[in-house]
């Protein structure tokens, strides 16, 4: 019984003398110069749009004894061009890029700050509007105060020509009466007059 510990000694030691290999995971990274693949080239570039147009028998216009025989002729209408549409699904690794961010998957965080911003605006636009309305209603006062002024004006110049013309009465009544009052005393007799008239 005491030798076979004895043999499992070395083994047990050698088990617990091995060194650890560290394992190293690399994870694969785009090369340059790669071909897309095809499913993924319409996010970059759209390709050129050809259309085929059936032709019949015709006569060659420029030589009448040349027919041609029905077939059909291609024409590119629209070329290959850019995507230039942000589009995050598809990445080709050539360097630092900067990436739009699609609004339709922000996070959370920006959409709660958008909306705190549009009921900000949207509070704004109710104070300039009850702020319009108020200088609209102080508006409308003033108009009516300006017209009753001119209304006033209108009965006060109506009273000026009323005063004017009733002055010029009285100096007239005045002046008439002074013309009464001095052929009255004209026509009456002095009292020497009176006293001479007496004695006869």
């Not at 340059?32 to 259309?51: D, H």
């Not at 609004?103 to 705190?116: F, G, H, I, Q, V």
């Not at 549009?118 to 702020?131: D, F, H």
């Amino acid at each position: 019984m005491k030798v076979a510990p004895l043999i499992f000694l070395p083994l047990i030691l050698t088990s617990c003398a091995t060194k650890h290999v560290p394992l190293v995971r690399t994870t694969p990274h785009a090369v340059p110069g790669t071909t897309l693949p095809s499913e993924g080239i319409e996010s970059v570039r759209y390709a050129e749009n050809v259309k085929a147009y059936p032709l019949a028998r015709y006569v060659e216009p420029s030589n009448s004894r040349i027919m041609h025989e029905a077939h059909p002729v291609y024409r590119v209408e629209t070329t290959a061009k850019w995507n230039l549409h942000p589009n995050p699904r598809l990445s080709v690794s050539s360097g630092p890029s900067a990436r739009v961010p699609d609004s339709a998957t922000a996070a959370a965080p920006l959409r709660d700050e958008l909306m705190a911003e549009l009921n900000r605006q949207k509070e704004a636009t109710r104070t300039v509007i009850q702020g319009g309305e108020a200088i609209s209603q102080k508006l409308g006062e003033l108009a009516n105060t300006v017209q009753q002024t001119k209304q006033i004006a209108e009965q006060n110049s109506q009273l000026q020509e009323e005063v004017n013309t009733t002055k010029q009465r009285l100096q007239t009544l005045e002046e008439e009466l002074r013309k009464k009052q001095r052929t009255e005393r004209t026509s009456q007799p002095t009292e020497e007059q009176k006293d001479n008239q007496s004695d006869w």
